[in-house]
């Protein structure tokens, strides 16, 4: 089943002096359940689609369908619900909370959800148990992006959002981190949206998008998945 179908999508920057196109007429199926990493130079319109895809930006025309169900009408308030129900979203920069410990950070992603994941199964998957008790200053890179990648996934989203996931990490660090979202891709089935300009990752792909000024210029269905640990490194 598609999770997501987006039509003929369209969004358009507006101020007084310019408009500019950041996404044109953009057309897409997500199925449920795939890993898919979107590629592309800066100012392509990546992060532009991963806003408009989790209900952070509405588009200016066309439509997008989650789970059958259009998105890109709703309300302030219905778009809210939608991103409490489905969505986890991690960022390059982590958003880490630096007064609370990582179990208390993880922790305030569980109050988001009605059926939240075991924290301690979490805490396990993306390799955390040593380090629970300590504070965000006293991790590394690839250490706080786990406890993002933790908090966003234990509401149980449906899809998880990630926004250059590994773009501050060193080879070694970012596939850990890659390891850890291919293993949660398996473990619970979560959908997978990750952007980046590592070429490299597009290995690990179910469907590689590839964007320019825009407009998706290529998708690619892989055959054959790479494991994270077998990937090159651009
Ligand atoms: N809120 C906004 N207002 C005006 N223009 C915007 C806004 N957000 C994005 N843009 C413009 O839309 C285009 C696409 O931006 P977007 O952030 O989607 O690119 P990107 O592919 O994520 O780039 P990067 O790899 O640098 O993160 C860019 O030209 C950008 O300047
Ligand atoms: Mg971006």
């Known amino acids: 089943m598609n999770l997501y179908k987006i039509s003929h999508v369209n969004k358009v920057y507006k101020n007084q002096s310019q408009t500019l196109q950041a996404l044109k007429d953009i057309q897409l199926e997500i ?15 990546k992060s532009t689609m ?16 989650f789970q059958n169900k259009q998105i890109d009408h709703m309300s302030d308030l219905e778009l809210t619900d939608y991103r409490r129900q489905y969505i986890g979203f991690i960022f390059q920069s982590y958003n880490l909370i630096s007064n609370l410990t990582v179990s208390e950070n993880i922790e305030l992603g569980s109050h988001l959800s009605e059926q939240p994941l075991d924290m301690n199964e979490i805490i396990k998957t993306v390799g955390l148990e040593h380090h629970k008790h300590k504070y965000p200053y006293q991790l590394s890179g690839g250490q706080m992006q ?7 996934l234990v509401k149980n989203p449906k899809v998880l959002f990630c ?17 850890a979202l291919q293993d949660i891709n398996e473990k619970y089935h979560t959908t997978m949206m990750i952007v980046t300009h590592n070429p490299s990752i597009a290995e690990m792909a179910d469907i590689v998008v590839r964007m320019n000024s825009g407009e998706i210029v290529e998708e690619i269905h892989n055959v054959k998945k790479k494991h994270a640990e077998d990937l090159g490194w651009a």
């Open 163 to 179: 926004d250059e996931p590994t773009g501050a990490l060193d080879e070694k660090t970012g596939k850990d981190i890659l390891k």
């Open 50 to 65: 991963l806003n408009i895809l989790s209900g952070i930006d509405i588009p200016t025309s066309g439509e997008v369908l």
């Open 31 to 45: 199925p449920e359940g795939k890993i898919v990493v979107i590629l592309g130079p800066s100012g392509s319109g």
């Open 146 to 152: 786990r406890v993002s990648i933790a908090r966003a």
